[in-house]
Nanobody, 121 residues
């Protein structure tokens, strides 16, 4: 129904930057909100950043001031700009899109496949 393609992960040095992208396609009527979550080995998945359809944003405490979430509605793409990276940012990053599906007109949530971010000290 809805496909998500994440990209932009990789290896960065501490203090460096990466930008993640999450492109949504398929049976999309309207995207309600998008969030980035991450999961480090042995830890629970945590919210990194969230953006609503009205562009209201909120961030996890550990990334506030360093990460910025934004969205291009015309492209159904959401970005996560990550600056001042730290080794503890190392994790698999997942995007989650909450959207009204065109074929059902119901609100549903979809997860991307995840992209690895590794920050070396």
């Amino acid at each position: 129904q809805v496909q998500l393609v994440e990209s932009g992960g990789g290896l960065a040095q501490a203090g460096g930057s990466l930008r993640l992208s999450c492109a949504a396609s398929g049976s999309i009527f309207s995207i309600n909100s998008v969030a980035w979550h991450r999961q480090a080995p042995g830890k629970q998945r945590e919210l990194v950043a969230h953006i609503t359809s009205g562009a209201t944003t909120n961030y996890g405490a550990s990334v506030k001031g360093r990460f910025t979430i934004s969205r291009d509605n015309a492209k159904n793409t959401t970005y996560l700009q990550m600056n001042s990276l730290k080794p503890e940012d190392t994790a698999i990053y997942y995007c989650k899109v909450v959207t009204v599906v065109s074929s059902t007109l119901r609100l549903s949530a979809f997860w991307g496949q995840g992209t690895q971010v590794t920050v070396s000290s």
